[in-house]
């Protein structure tokens, strides 16, 4: 793993020949021992090399909360993947064009969220299980103020979900159900007779992502974290309410008629969003991007 960006008068001198190419952008100065934001220090951008988990957590901490009505502002990321044609898949699931570095980070980021937000059929297709507790977090977990692990929240309007699974008969904290107001009862009993948490966000059957994001933050959920799928993401870009996307640029070609990260009607005008960190390792980009 190598930094990219930021860069950094001192990491630009460590590039071959002086130049910009491939800084390390996480150290201002070894003899100041100084951090740049989002950067740990110490990282060799000459070279790459192996990440500790403690970096990568350093790499993608949360922004300190800011405040809105009622108490600390949610943070919402997202973490996708996509091949250089734009894929968001192949062959219906994700992992043929992750990578070993791509799983690192995707366990990293679940470990910093307090929610780990869903959609039903991302839930149904990649066969989600419950978030598990990791050793090397639990420190900064509990120091936090944390649970062990994060919860899962899955979108979903009609319930229609196997309440056999271990997501819900066996998850550490409950698992939670995002719904509308007009879900069938006999679903909704069905799910908390499994064990899950259904919360309302929304009128009629369907969800609302501005107000699931506000009501996840009235649970005490404010570092949220989606990983779609396509049709969710969508969702929430067309809302507004994404603050920052984690995103995989796999180096693969796959062709055919695979989703995009974000799916649905487009918005009418497009949103930018500022790049804040790139990695790489083995051709893998690995981009942060926080909203403008």
């Known amino acids: 793993m190598r930094r990219l960006f930021p860069v950094t008068y001192e990491t630009a001198a460590q590039a071959p020949g002086g130049g910009p190419e491939g800084p390390e952008g996480g150290e201002v100065g070894a003899a100041a021992g100084a951090e740049a934001p989002g950067g740990p220090a110490g990282a060799d951008a000459g070279a790459s090399r192996d990440w500790s988990l403690a970096e990568l957590a350093a790499a993608y901490a949360y922004p300190e909360p800011g ?84 919860a899962i929240a899955i979108v979903t309007a009609g319930l229609e979900l196997d309440f056999s699974l271990p997501l819900f008969t066996s998850p550490l904290v409950p698992t939670l159900l995002l719904t509308g107001a007009a879900a069938a009862p006999d679903r909704v009993a069905a799910a908390e007779k499994a064990g899950a948490r259904v919360v309302v966000a929304g009128e009629g059957m369907g969800v609302d992502p501005a107000r699931a994001v506000r009501v996840l933050a009235e649970l005490g ?72």
Not at 100 to 129: C, K, N, S
Not at 231 to 243: K, P, S
Not at 249 to 264: E, F, K
């Open 221 to 292: 959920h404010t570092r949220l974290l989606t990983e779609g799928g396509p049709r969710l993401l969508g969702q929430l870009v067309a809302a507004e309410v994404l603050d920052e996307l984690c995103l995989t640029v796999s180096p693969m070609l796959t062709a055919g008629d695979a989703q995009r990260i974000a799916g649905g009607p487009s918005v009418t005008v497009p949103r930018r969003f500022e790049l804040v960190s790139l990695l790489e390792e083995d051709g893998f980009l690995f981009s942060r991007y926080h909203r403008s």
């Open 67 to 150: 405040t809105a009505a009622g108490g600390p502002r949610p943070w919402l990321r997202a973490n996708m993947v996509s091949t250089l044609d734009g894929a968001a898949q192949h062959e219906g699931h994700s992992q043929p064009i992750s990578s070993a570095a791509d799983m690192r980070i995707f366990g990293t980021l679940r470990a910093l969220a307090d929610v780990i937000v869903v959609g039903a059929e991302t839930v149904r297709q990649e066969g989600y299980r419950p978030a598990r507790a990791r050793a090397e977090f639990a420190g900064a977990r509990t120091a936090a103020g944390q649970g062990p692990a994060p």
